[in-house]
């Protein structure tokens, strides 16, 4: 799964969250609509994909997302239809087609055929990239799955998302995380580990970055607000 599409979605739905209507333009196939589905089902949110003749299909997405700007619509399409309709065409519609517009890769030769699989958890880490990168507060400050030198277990020590700059180390957990005692148990040696090396702990539940990321957001902005805090005392 090409994490540019997962970026894509994530970046979709944070320009609707904050009011700007947004269609999701999907060129590709079958595969394109089961990315949909699982990530909408992973999201908590219920996204109508639509399918058929294109122009009908994003003049009624459009419509919709004018409507309610907050809820995620797709459209799907195949490659030469839509640019067919593209060519030659510089309206509103095209704008909404141009700001929307995701690629979904033919998959490898061996994995052709079967679903494809979003994890929880990485499809919750670009999520909350993405937003960090939108918003001025944090953006360019955090990188996706970036080891320390300092080890933890048998290999270095990985962080979710980490900004090295604020030490702040952001971990994204699933409920699983709480349920296996072990886990929890070595969820809380990683953190005093990090607390040692002088990082700001910020633990996030996946469920909740993918209902809402605006409130995640907001988590890490307090982190970074204590960090810049400390620097001035």
């Given amino acids: 799964?090409?994490?540019?599409?997962?970026?894509?979605?994530?970046?979709?739905?944070?320009?609707?969250?904050?009011?700007?209507?947004?269609?999701?333009?999907?060129?590709?196939?079958?595969?394109?609509?089961e990315i949909w589905q699982q990530w909408t089902a992973l999201s908590g949110r219920d996204g109508p994909i639509l399918d058929g003749e294109f122009d009908a299909r994003i003049r009624e997405a459009v419509a919709r997302a004018l409507r309610e700007p907050a809820q995620p619509i797709a459209v799907l399409v195949a490659a030469?239809?839509?640019?067919?309709?593209?060519?030659?065409?510089s309206d509103r519609l095209a704008a909404m087609v141009d700001e929307g517009w995701?690629?979904?890769p033919e998959p490898p030769a061996e994995l052709r055929g079967r679903p494809p699989q979003l994890d929880a958890r990485s499809v919750a880490e670009a999520?909350?990239?993405?937003?960090?990168?939108?918003?001025?507060?944090?953006?360019?400050?955090?990188?996706?799955?970036?080891?320390?030198?300092?080890?933890?277990?048998?290999?270095?020590?990985?962080?979710?998302?980490l900004s090295r700059v604020d030490r702040i180390a952001v971990e994204i957990d699933g409920v699983h995380h709480f349920a296996d005692p072990d886990r929890y148990r070595r969820d809380r040696r990683k953190d005093l580990l990090l607390q040692t090396q002088g990082f700001v702990v910020v633990r996030l539940l996946a469920e909740d970055v993918m209902r809402d990321?605006?409130?995640?957001?907001?988590?890490?902005?307090?982190?970074?607000?204590?960090?810049?805090?400390?620097s001035v005392r």
């Fill in 1 to 33: 799964m090409p994490d540019s599409v997962l970026r894509r979605l994530a970046r979709d739905q944070w320009v609707r969250l904050h009011g700007t209507p947004r269609v999701t333009v999907l060129v590709g196939g079958d595969r394109g609509r």
């Fill in 80 to 89: 030469d239809a839509a640019l067919r309709w593209r060519t030659g065409r």
């Fill in 102 to 104: 995701t690629v979904v």
């Fill in 127 to 161: 999520t909350l990239h993405e937003a960090l990168e939108a918003t001025p507060a944090t953006s360019g400050r955090f990188a996706l799955n970036e080891s320390l030198s300092v080890r933890f277990g048998p290999t270095a020590a990985e962080i979710d998302l």
């Fill in 213 to 230: 990321v605006r409130t995640s957001v907001n988590a890490v902005c307090q982190a970074l607000a204590y960090r810049r805090e400390e």
